[in-house]
């Protein structure tokens, strides 16, 4: 089976955005026009930039770094040990995913107390190591932060399930449902039937779990339904209460003062429902774990969250260091992303992800207009604000193996680092990526640990395939653990690809992106120059220039396609008037002697970056 189709059905179930998305950018004309309004919000830097507008932010899935203990499971003491290759490698901060204590359902998602540490992953004291370790480093700790849905085992829920009157009953979302024979109810809805107070009852209305079944779940003790958008082991919690927000701001309080440079918000969007619980709209079909297609119009994106979201900014900004909010924003379109930010007010999140650019490809093919078109709206409709680019992630196909052509994968995979490390964005990498690793998907459903693999096996394999062991060498366990069993297999080809091997070779992944992270911090203008993209109308070439208005400007080249293209790249209209080039970095040999911005011909997937002085 298409490795890829499993993401995509998943991604399009939990993010039916990503389908509108991809259509609305079909639809879209692509001549780039822009008000002199619009171009006039692009940003240069300046000295007193906060440290995250030109960060390269790298994800660590912490189950999968480095085995410290030889559990074969990673551990903080494992990223620990690691920084020195962090800060190598040039890395500003590390997001790690959730590793409060957790019951691992959802792996670390479904969180069971937020002010603590797992003991598979360590303790507070190796968190605190972990940060002051960091610190001298250079690379600051950023956790995640799970504030839609606790635990099912979390003393809250545990207490708001036993009774009604339970105080903590009214911190989570609660229905009676609606007897079993009400007009409109559907054969899916009677799947969920159970013995009310005062007879047969369904759930309220048709939303499901991203992850299958009803997004209802019934509790005996209080004979009433619970809402879940994600596993039914994930219960929502009910941020109309203001009490829970007190609860969530004091967690997010607790490890701030611990020193923590700020937070990835998870499922960000989804932390309020529609009141009135009308039924989601219906699209036709069923997804891979066997649910009618709904969309998300209740459930999703809310206009209550923004609310939320000012207060936690202004409780984050008390805090000393330019503390960052990242949220995980998967989003229609970047009108709604720009809300993300606070619009002109720019008073929300700092950095909610951009799933626009690096994900719509779970969609779309590699193709130049798309991204240019996704890069110049981000550059130009947020109101000046600072764009964060993403392609990989804990949740999805890696983008080397979404793009992958299966001949060229590794020019792709640094085609892809060239357009995260040389735009004016904020850079978030995927553990892994730096070395090209690939997605490692199950072959039998028994392998599976992913839950939403083992239930949706064929159609959905899970997760498991981005999130094998990072690949440290060529030896036992790839470097990861000295324990055989780990906890996904090491995929096989951590022989070749690995970190050791890749160090020693000038032309590795790994050394790619050293290269790029150390022009991007080394050079003005690729630091924080503004961006004009040049030859907008090429199809197959995307090309921009970088400039501060003095030092040399940096022009950056990649061909989209399989067969090798010649541009010329002029630059009048840029405000850049150098002319003599010279090659910074080049995904190919034949392109590191090139001297002129006429007649260059890039090889197939080729990436090319050049100083014009
Ligand atoms: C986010 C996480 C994903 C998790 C889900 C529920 O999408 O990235 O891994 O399963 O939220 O917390």
Same mark, same amino acid.
């Given at each position: 089976?298409?490795?890829?189709?499993?993401?995509?059905?998943?991604?399009?179930?939990?993010?039916?955005?990503?389908?509108?998305?991809?259509?609305?950018?079909?639809?879209?004309?692509?001549?780039?026009?822009?008000?002199?309004?619009?171009?006039?919000?692009?940003?240069?830097?300046?000295?007193?930039?906060?440290?995250?507008?030109?960060?390269?932010?790298?994800?660590?899935?912490?189950?999968?770094?480095?085995?410290?203990?030889?559990?074969?499971?990673?551990?903080?003491?494992?990223?620990?040990?690691?920084?020195?290759?962090?800060?190598?490698?040039?890395?500003?901060?590390?997001?790690?995913?959730?590793?409060?204590?957790?019951?691992?359902?959802?792996?670390?998602?479904?969180?069971?107390?937020?002010?603590?540490?797992?003991?598979?992953?360590?303790?507070?004291?190796?968190?605190?190591?972990?940060?002051?370790?960091?610190?001298?480093?250079?690379?600051?700790?950023?956790?995640?932060?799970?504030?839609?849905?606790?635990?099912?085992?979390?003393?809250?829920?545990?207490?708001?399930?036993?009774?009604?009157?339970?105080?903590?009953?009214?911190?989570?979302?609660?229905?009676?449902?609606?007897?079993?024979?009400?007009?409109?109810?559907?054969?899916?809805?009677?799947?969920?039937?159970?013995?009310?107070?005062?007879?047969?009852?369904?759930?309220?209305?048709?939303?499901?779990?991203?992850?299958?079944?009803?997004?209802?779940?019934?509790?005996?003790?209080?004979?009433?339904?619970?809402?879940?958008?994600?596993?039914?082991?994930?219960?929502?919690?009910?941020?109309?209460?203001?009490?829970?927000?007190?609860?969530?701001?004091?967690?997010?309080?607790?490890?701030?003062?611990?020193?923590?440079?700020?937070?990835?918000?998870?499922?960000?969007?989804?932390?309020?429902?529609?009141?009135?619980?009308?039924?989601?709209?219906?699209?036709?079909?069923?997804?891979?774990?066997?649910?009618?297609?709904?969309?998300?119009?209740?459930?999703?994106?809310?206009?209550?969250?923004?609310?939320?979201?000012?207060?936690?900014?202004?409780?984050?900004?008390?805090?000393?260091?330019? !503390?960052?909010? $990242? %949220?995980? #924003?998967?989003? @229609? =379109?970047?009108?709604?992303? &720009?809300?993300?930010?606070?619009?002109?007010?720019?008073?929300?999140?700092?950095?909610?992800?951009?799933?626009?650019?690096?994900?719509?490809?779970?969609?779309?093919?590699?193709?130049?207009?798309?991204?240019?078109?996704?890069?110049?709206?981000?550059?130009?409709?947020?109101?000046?604000?600072?764009?964060?680019?993403?392609?990989?992630?804990?949740?999805?196909?890696?983008?080397?193996?979404?793009?992958?052509?299966?001949?060229?994968?590794?020019?792709?995979?640094?085609?892809?680092?060239?357009?995260?490390?040389?735009?004016?964005?904020?850079?978030?990498?995927?553990?892994?990526?730096?070395?090209?690793?690939?997605?490692?998907?199950?072959?039998?459903?028994?392998?599976? !640990?992913?839950? $939403? %693999?083992? #239930?949706?096996? @064929? =159609?959905?394999?899970?997760? &498991?395939?981005?999130?094998?062991?990072?690949?440290?060498?060529?030896?036992?366990?790839?470097?990861?653990?000295?324990?055989?069993?780990?906890?996904?297999?090491?995929?096989?080809?951590?022989?070749?690809?690995?970190?050791?091997?890749?160090?020693?070779?000038?032309?590795?992944?790994?050394?790619?992106?050293?290269?790029?992270?150390?022009?991007?911090?080394?050079?003005?203008?690729?630091?924080?120059?503004?961006?004009?993209?040049?030859?907008?109308?090429?199809?197959?070439?995307?090309?921009?220039?970088?400039?501060?208005?003095?030092?040399?400007?940096?022009?950056?080249?990649?061909?989209?396609?399989?067969?090798?293209?010649?541009?010329?790249?002029?630059?009048?209209?840029?405000?850049?008037?150098?002319?003599?080039?010279?090659?910074?970095?080049?995904?190919?040999?034949?392109?590191?002697?090139?001297?002129?911005?006429?007649?260059?011909?890039?090889?197939?997937?080729?990436?090319?970056?050049?100083?014009?002085?």
């Amino acid at each position: 089976m298409n490795p890829f189709s499993a993401t995509i059905s998943r991604a399009s179930h939990r993010f039916p955005f990503l389908a509108a998305a991809a259509l609305a950018l079909a639809c879209a004309t692509l001549p780039l026009q822009h008000s002199a309004a619009q171009l006039k919000e692009k940003s240069v830097s300046s000295s007193t930039d906060p440290w995250w507008k030109h960060a390269v932010v790298y994800e660590i899935y912490p189950r999968s770094y480095q085995d410290s203990t030889g559990d074969g499971i990673g551990d903080l003491n494992g990223i620990t040990s690691r920084l020195d290759y962090l800060q190598k490698l040039g890395v500003d901060a590390v997001w790690i995913a959730p590793m409060y204590p957790s019951p691992q359902v959802d792996f670390g998602y479904d969180i069971s107390n937020y002010e603590s540490v797992d003991p598979q992953y360590g303790t507070l004291a190796d968190m605190d190591r972990l940060i002051a370790e960091g610190q001298k480093h250079h690379v600051r700790v950023l956790l995640d932060m799970v504030l839609n849905h606790t635990s099912d085992k979390h003393q809250w829920f545990i207490e708001a399930s036993s009774s009604r009157t339970n105080p903590k009953h009214e911190w989570y979302v609660w229905n009676d449902g609606i007897p079993a024979d009400s007009p409109g109810v559907t054969p899916y809805q009677k799947r969920f039937e159970h013995d009310g107070p005062n007879g047969k009852v369904v759930p309220p209305n048709n939303w499901i779990s991203g992850f299958g079944g009803s997004a209802w779940e019934w509790v005996p003790a209080v004979r009433q339904f619970y809402y879940h958008e994600f596993y039914k082991q994930q219960p929502d919690l009910n941020w109309r209460n203001p009490a829970v927000e007190k609860a969530m701001f004091g967690s997010m309080q607790f490890w701030l003062d611990r020193g923590i440079a700020g937070f990835r918000l998870d499922a960000i969007p989804s932390l309020f429902e529609d009141l009135q619980l009308r039924n989601n709209p219906e699209l036709g079909g069923i997804n891979a774990q066997g649910d009618p297609n709904v969309g998300n119009t209740y459930t999703d994106n809310l206009p209550e969250v923004h609310d939320v979201i000012r207060r936690m900014r202004a409780m984050i900004a008390k805090y000393p260091g330019d !503390r960052v909010l $990242i %949220g995980e #924003t998967y989003l @229609p =379109n970047t009108a709604e992303l &720009d809300k993300w930010y606070g619009g002109t007010a720019h008073n929300e999140l700092q950095l909610p992800m951009d799933m626009l650019i690096g994900f719509h490809g779970l969609h779309a093919k590699l193709s130049a207009a798309d991204f240019r078109q996704r890069i110049e709206e981000v550059e130009t409709q947020i109101h000046g604000a600072q764009p964060l680019i993403v392609f990989d992630n804990h949740d999805n196909v890696r983008a080397i193996d979404r793009y992958g052509d299966g001949i060229h994968d590794d020019q792709i995979n640094k085609l892809l680092a060239t357009m995260l490390f040389t735009t004016r964005a904020t850079s978030l990498m995927y553990y892994g990526q730096e070395i090209g690793m690939r997605t490692t998907t199950p072959t039998q459903r028994d392998d599976v !640990r992913d839950p $939403i %693999g083992i #239930t949706g096996w @064929p =159609n959905e394999r899970g997760r &498991d395939g981005e999130r094998t062991p990072m690949q440290w060498t060529p030896g036992p366990q790839a470097g990861f653990s000295t324990n055989p069993h780990t906890w996904l297999p090491i995929p096989p080809s951590y022989k070749t690809i690995n970190v050791a091997v890749e160090s020693k070779d000038p032309n590795s992944q790994l050394n790619w992106f050293k290269k790029l992270i150390a022009l991007r911090r080394d050079i003005p203008a690729l630091h924080g120059g503004t961006m004009t993209m040049l030859d907008t109308s090429n199809p197959d070439i995307l090309s921009y220039v970088r400039s501060t208005g003095s030092g040399p400007a940096v022009v950056i080249a990649m061909n989209f396609t399989a067969a090798p293209k010649t541009i010329t790249l002029n630059l009048a209209g840029s405000g850049v008037t150098g002319t003599t080039v010279k090659t910074f970095a080049a995904s190919d040999a034949t392109l590191t002697s090139i001297s002129t911005l006429n007649n260059i011909t890039l090889p197939p997937y080729a990436s090319w970056i050049a100083g014009v002085q």
